[in-house]
C-alpha cells in the first residue's frame, strides 16, 4: 500500500468501550499527527509525533491516549467516550515536523460513532 | 499564528476559472500560506504553497500580493470532480507542524 492508511474506516462503539485507531504511513515520513474533525467544524489538530516523541498535545481529554511504537505507526487508544466525541479522526504525517514547506499527508479518516 | 478568513461557501460552472480569496491581516515574515482541498469524508489533500507573489503548479496558481494581507487560489477550467471543501491556512516556517484549519471555502460546480 502506499500513502496514509486509517483502519478501522468506521467504528461505532458504546461509551463504556475501549477501541483503538490506527494509522499507518508508507511514505518513510518522521513526523505522524491526530486530527478530530467534527461536523460542521474545522479540523482540530489533537496531538504531534515526530521521531516517535509526543511533541504537542493540544488540550486533549485523557480518555484519548495516542500511542507512537515507531515512526511508521501511530494509534490513538480510546476509552470511556462521549457521544459529542464521535467524529471523523483522521491522521497525517509529513517528511518533518518543524520546517517550512511541510506538506501534510492525510489519510482517509476513521468515522467514529459513539452511542 | 495568523488568522484567515474565506468565503463560507461559493459556487460555479464547468469550465469556468473559480478564484477563492482568502485574508490574512496579520501574517508574519515567516509564515507561509498553503492551500488544501478536502472532499466529502476524505482527509485534505495539499495543492500548493507560496510565500509571496505567483505559484503555480499542474492544478492550480496562487497569486499573493506585495503586502501579503491576502492569497487567491485559481483553480483553471473547474469540473464537477473540484467540487470541494478548500482552506487557507497560514503557518510559521519553523513550525511546519502547526496547520490551523479554518471554516474552508465549498465550492460546488455545477453542470
Known amino acids: 500500500e502506499t500513502g496514509v492508511t486509517q483502519t478501522p474506516r468506521h467504528l461505532v462503539m458504546g461509551m463504556t468501550n475501549k477501541k483503538s485507531l490506527k494509522c499507518e504511513q508508507h511514505l518513510g515520513h518522521n513526523a505522524m499527527y491526530w486530527y478530530k474533525q467534527s461536523a460542521k467544524k474545522p479540523l482540530e489538530l489533537m496531538f504531534v509525533y515526530s521521531l516517535e516523541e509526543r511533541v504537542e498535545n493540544n488540550s486533549v481529554p485523557s480518555r484519548f491516549s495516542p500511542e507512537c511504537p515507531n515512526s511508521s505507526h501511530l494509534f490513538l487508544h480510546l476509552h470511556t467516550l462521549q457521544p459529542e466525541d464521535s467524529a471523523l479522526y483522521l491522521c497525517a504525517s509529513s517528511q518533518v515536523y518543524r520546517t517550512g514547506h511541510n506538506e501534510q499527508f492525510f489519510g482517509p479518516g476513521t468515522r467514529l460513532t459513539v452511542l | 499564528l495568523a488568522k484567515t478568513t474565506q468565503p463560507i461557501s461559493m459556487d460555479s460552472y464547468e469550465g469556468q476559472e473559480v478564484n477563492i480569496t482568502c485574508s490574512h491581516n496579520?501574517?508574519?515574515?515567516?509564515?507561509?500560506i498553503t492551500w488544501y482541498q478536502q472532499f466529502p469524508s476524505q482527509g485534505p489533500r495539499f495543492i500548493i504553497q507560496g510565500y509571496k507573489t505567483k505559484v503555480t503548479n499542474e492544478v492550480a496558481s496562487l497569486f499573493i500580493p506585495a503586502d501579503r494581507k491576502s492569497s487567491t487560489l485559481s483553480l483553471p477550467r473547474v469540473s464537477l470532480s473540484d467540487t470541494a471543501v478548500y482552506y487557507c491556512l497560514v503557518g510559521d516556517v519553523y513550525q511546519g507542524g502547526k496547520l490551523i484549519f479554518g471554516q474552508g471555502t465549498e465550492l460546488s460546480v455545477k453542470p
Open positions: 496579520n501574517i508574519a515574515t515567516n509564515d507561509y
